[in-house]
């Protein structure tokens, strides 16, 4: 029988930790264990809700078999893996930055975000089962670095692969309001400079690919979806917006179809369709969550939907009806300070 998990980070400072929840057949979670990683969590000041002001701090890689998380306090990348039915660390891995916050895969590509400082990237490529960094690699964001209160508005959120493979996208809160796109060579390097694109929005956050392969992008200050079409030249143009008339649109998740976004000073969950010339349109205008809803992960069966809870702790789930409304199922508690949730 196919074991389904949830996965939850802690992002404790004085040790990060992953804990890991068996899903059963109606979405209920049931705690199995708690793993370190390695590292140790952080906190970016000024962050309202969520300590890592980010998107993707947690990813399981289908291909590979493997969870991978960051470790925001201690500047590292834990690789993880289930062997006998237990999740075990495998690597810790330098994040080639400071402040991871963000991490992607594609193929055998392996990409982490770093929010502090100047902003950086860095790479590694999966080889027997082991991750190893890609030489020359690492690319600065040339970001002006932000400290105190406005750390957290001025900082990059995520780091993804257009569904290709041949790009990465970054998204900047504040500090210009950026959406960067560097391409990806054949060898797995990033081009030595990226085309820095105005994303037209304050505070550009959380991002992913519609089937279409549009780009749709939260804002933070504006709680409004964006559509665009990244060109293969690095520029983008934006294509629709929709405001969902809630507070601080950060994160988004795709089931089925159906795009939902979370609206953390809200407490709101919202639902959009994307049609296929790219056009965003608000589907349910807010389903209520606890206090304080930060990152978000569907089910890759489509019927479920976890929501994590930043200062409150914890998790909400839903089930995804077949017209995407959703009915709430779970209500797990856990500690403050948590970011990052992944599924098998």
């Given at each position: 029988m196919t074991r389904h998990l949830v996965f939850v980070q802690t992002n404790n400072p004085a040790g990060?930790?992953?804990?890991?929840?068996?899903?059963?057949?109606?979405?209920?979670?049931?705690?199995?264990?708690?793993?370190?990683t390695g590292g140790i969590g952080g906190v970016n000041e000024g962050a309202p809700n969520d300590p890592l002001g980010s998107q993707g701090s947690l990813v399981y890689d289908t291909h590979h078999h493997v969870l991978i998380g960051v470790n925001a306090g201690s500047n590292t990348v834990s690789v993880l893996g289930l062997e006998d039915g237990r999740l075990c660390l495998r690597q810790v891995l330098p994040s080639?930055?400071?402040?991871?916050?963000?991490?992607?895969?594609?193929?055998?590509?392996?990409?982490?975000?770093?929010?502090?400082e100047a902003g950086a990237i860095t790479g590694y490529r999966i080889t027997d089962g082991q991750f190893h960094p890609i030489e020359n690699s690492t690319r600065s964001l040339g970001l002006t670095p932000a400290t105190g209160p406005m750390q957290f508005a001025n900082s990059p959120?995520?780091?993804g692969f257009t569904p290709d493979g041949q790009q990465l996208v970054i998204t900047t809160k504040g500090n210009g309001s950026l959406i960067d796109v560097f391409t990806v060579g054949p060898q797995g390097r990033p081009s030595d400079t990226f085309t820095a694109n105005p994303a037209g929005t304050p505070l550009p956050f959380g991002f992913i690919f519609d089937d279409y392969h549009h780009l749709a992008v939260t804002d933070a200050g504006s709680s409004t979806l964006t559509t665009?079409?990244?060109?293969?030249?690095?520029?983008?143009?934006?294509?629709?917006?929709?405001?969902?008339?809630?507070?601080?649109?950060c994160w988004v998740a795709h089931i089925a179809g159906n795009f939902y976004v979370?609206?953390?000073?809200?407490?709101t969950i919202t639902g959009y369709h994307i049609d296929p010339a790219g056009t965003p349109t608000v589907f349910i205008p807010q389903i209520t969550t606890r206090t304080n809803p930060i990152d978000l992960v569907g089910t890759r069966d489509q019927q479920f939907l976890y929501v994590q809870l930043g200062a409150a702790g914890g998790v909400d789930g839903f089930r995804v009806k077949p017209d995407g409304?959703?009915?709430?199922?779970v209500t797990i508690t856990g500690a403050g300070g948590m970011q990052g949730i992944a599924v098998t």
């Amino acid at each position: 029988m196919t074991r389904h998990l949830v996965f939850v980070q802690t992002n404790n400072p004085a040790g990060n930790q992953i804990m890991v929840y068996d899903r059963a057949d109606d979405g209920t979670l049931t705690l199995a264990e708690t793993v370190d990683t390695g590292g140790i969590g952080g906190v970016n000041e000024g962050a309202p809700n969520d300590p890592l002001g980010s998107q993707g701090s947690l990813v399981y890689d289908t291909h590979h078999h493997v969870l991978i998380g960051v470790n925001a306090g201690s500047n590292t990348v834990s690789v993880l893996g289930l062997e006998d039915g237990r999740l075990c660390l495998r690597q810790v891995l330098p994040s080639g930055g400071t402040f991871p916050v963000s991490v992607t895969v594609h193929g055998n590509l392996l990409y982490v975000l770093n929010a502090h400082e100047a902003g950086a990237i860095t790479g590694y490529r999966i080889t027997d089962g082991q991750f190893h960094p890609i030489e020359n690699s690492t690319r600065s964001l040339g970001l002006t670095p932000a400290t105190g209160p406005m750390q957290f508005a001025n900082s990059p959120a995520q780091i993804g692969f257009t569904p290709d493979g041949q790009q990465l996208v970054i998204t900047t809160k504040g500090n210009g309001s950026l959406i960067d796109v560097f391409t990806v060579g054949p060898q797995g390097r990033p081009s030595d400079t990226f085309t820095a694109n105005p994303a037209g929005t304050p505070l550009p956050f959380g991002f992913i690919f519609d089937d279409y392969h549009h780009l749709a992008v939260t804002d933070a200050g504006s709680s409004t979806l964006t559509t665009y079409t990244v060109h293969h030249d690095g520029t983008i143009t934006k294509i629709a917006s929709q405001p969902d008339g809630q507070q601080t649109m950060c994160w988004v998740a795709h089931i089925a179809g159906n795009f939902y976004v979370v609206n953390s000073l809200s407490n709101t969950i919202t639902g959009y369709h994307i049609d296929p010339a790219g056009t965003p349109t608000v589907f349910i205008p807010q389903i209520t969550t606890r206090t304080n809803p930060i990152d978000l992960v569907g089910t890759r069966d489509q019927q479920f939907l976890y929501v994590q809870l930043g200062a409150a702790g914890g998790v909400d789930g839903f089930r995804v009806k077949p017209d995407g409304t959703l009915t709430q199922i779970v209500t797990i508690t856990g500690a403050g300070g948590m970011q990052g949730i992944a599924v098998t």
